[in-house]
């Protein structure tokens, strides 16, 4: 069965300093990979996914990830982070005739001043 | 209005007492989710749906029932709730494609079970 890890519990950056959220996954063949946010309050909005061609995929509010298939990884990056962004990241993974996506732990990302 | 939305926002209900969580969508999707959400734990599928008549268990079933009363709804009910089912519930729908397009979410019912 797929599964999908976050390392990182929770990241501390500050505002205007770059980011990277890691996410790894495992299954055999190429899945479907998405990124949600959820903000405080609020339900999983996404950000991007990532189906074939391309590996970099931008997304909205300025993020983008980039699929590595020799590392089994879907890092999402953002250059310059706001006090906005601050929230909880979702990795997902799916599969072609799969019937649900399943989810990674999660990361909670925290903006210093 | 929102594509999906779950009823009520926020509930605090008694150990033993049933309880019934909505969900309705306007995104015409037939497929259709129910997650949990628990602190260091991601979300756990707890049952989902393909169409009226198809109803399947998730990794997280037991204590929870679940009724697709039409394309449009999918209501979660706890027959007789604990505290350990505390937790920010998600209702998701996703469309025939399931798993290429992702889900959509609802805004998410906060449960506290005293």
């Known amino acids: 069965a797929q599964s999908v890890t976050q390392p990182d519990i929770h990241i501390t950056v500050s505002e205007g300093a770059s980011l990277e959220l890691r996410c790894n996954y495992s299954?055999?063949?190429?899945?479907?990979l998405f990124w949600y946010v959820q903000s405080p309050g609020q339900g999983l909005q996404l950000l991007l996914k990532?189906?074939?061609?391309?590996?970099l995929v931008q997304g909205i509010k300025g993020f983008e990830a980039e699929f590595k298939r020799s590392q089994s990884s879907f890092n999402l990056r953002k250059p310059s982070v706001h006090w906005s962004d601050a929230a909880e990241y979702f990795c997902?993974?799916?599969?072609?005739?799969?019937?649900?996506?399943?989810f990674g732990q999660g990361t909670r990302l925290t903006i210093n001043p | 209005d929102a594509d999906v939305t779950q009823t009520p926002r926020n509930r605090i209900t008694k150990t033993g007492k049933r309880i019934m969580l909505e969900c309705s969508q306007t995104?015409?999707?037939?497929?259709m989710y129910w997650y949990r959400q628990d602190p260091g734990l991601g979300l756990r599928l707890i049952y989902y749906?393909?169409?009226?008549?198809?109803?399947n268990k998730g990794e997280i079933s037991d204590g929870y029932s679940v009724s697709r009363q039409a394309q449009a709804k999918f209501s979660l009910s706890l027959e007789s709730a604990i505290p350990n089912q505390t937790a920010l519930y998600f209702c998701?729908?996703?469309?025939?494609?399931?798993?290429?397009?992702?889900?959509?979410f609802g805004s998410g019912t906060r449960l506290t079970v005293v």
């Open positions: 998701a729908t996703s469309d025939t494609y399931g798993t290429g397009q992702g889900y959509t």
């Open positions: 299954y055999g063949a190429t899945p479907y």
């Open positions: 990532y189906f074939s061609g391309d590996t």
């Open positions: 997902a993974v799916g599969v072609r005739g799969a019937q649900k996506l399943v």
């Open positions: 995104k015409g999707h037939d497929r």
């Open positions: 749906s393909f169409d009226v008549k198809d109803i």
